[in-house]
């Protein structure tokens, strides 16, 4: 009777293991599919379009001047947003882990309001606020000061939508480390300075550098807020994103598809460096478990 039930047992074993890898496999082949559909689809249409009349014209649509303005300004903007959100970042998660104050839980709301708040919104606001006919429109006018439909408000768009994301990574990392080690640092004589170069920043390096690679994808490829404060100033205020739908809208497909190639280019390299960075922060997080 004891071997029937075994046999039985190991029976009802095999078939759940069949079960359990038939469904892996559905899983994985699922998971591929959509890869293949919503990234290698459209990665191949992008470049198929941009090689579609020979690499002359490929390269002439990137060194055309507006082209070259727009990834200039891209980069502008990149350059001053991300080193700010960097600095605001580290302040925000060092103050939300280490002190207890009145007002945290706000300040904790008010990082993630750009994830809430639709980035055409944000521009718009700073239309109302900084515009001819804003808030502060004639006080900037009789200054002759513009931020909006210039390289000011789409600093400020940029570094309105990437807030967050240097913040919201290290903010749950440095409250999972506690604030021992800086107190003994503290207890060892170490001034404040000597504790954040010396004991915070090795232990949030990677979590850093995720953060700011996420915050530099973000700038680079901001469309809403930047596309309502920019004006479409062809050459002036175009980024890369509103010089390829300019580029699409006058059906210039091949030019629009080149530049786009260029921010798949850049996109490409920044998805490297997240998962460089991700696979660096998961090791970290790791073995801060094990010990």
């Known amino acids: 009777m004891s071997s029937v039930t075994a046999a039985s047992a190991s029976a009802h074993a095999n078939a759940a293991r069949r079960g359990h890898a038939l469904g892996r496999n559905l899983l994985i082949v699922s998971a591929w599919l959509v890869f293949a559909l919503f990234l290698l689809l459209p990665l191949y249409v992008v470049l198929s379009e941009a090689l579609k009349m020979g690499l002359g014209t490929f390269f002439a649509a990137i060194v055309e001047p507006d082209a070259i303005a727009a990834l200039k300004l891209t980069l502008i903007a990149v350059a001053i947003s991300v080193p700010l959100n960097l600095l605001f970042g580290v302040a925000a998660a060092w103050c939300v882990s280490k002190y207890e104050f009145r007002g945290k839980s706000l300040l904790v709301t008010l990082i993630d309001l750009p994830f809430s708040v639709s980035p055409v919104i944000a521009g718009l606001i700073y239309v109302l606020l900084f515009g001819a ?59 404040g300075w000597q504790m954040f170069w010396h004991v915070t920043v090795p232990n949030i390096k990677w979590g850093l550098i995720y953060g700011v690679v996420l915050c530099t994808a973000r700038a680079m490829g901001e469309f809403g807020a930047v596309s309502v404060v920019s004006g479409h100033i062809r050459g002036v205020t175009n980024t890369l994103p509103l010089h390829v739908e300019i580029l699409y809208n006058e059906y210039n497909h091949v030019a629009a598809f080149s530049v786009a190639s260029l921010l798949l280019a850049l996109a490409l390299f920044i998805l490297l460096l997240k998962q460089w960075s991700e696979a660096r922060l998961a090791r970290l997080k790791s073995n801060a478990a094990e010990e």
């Open 133 to 191: 006919q804003g808030f502060f429109g004639e006080w900037l006018s009789e200054r002759d000061v513009q931020i909006v439909f210039a390289v000011p408000g789409i600093v400020l768009a940029t570094l309105f939508v990437t807030v967050p994301f240097v913040a919201r990574e290290l903010i749950p990392l440095m409250q999972e480390q506690g604030t021992q080690e800086e107190e003994a640092a503290r207890l060892l004589g170490a001034n």
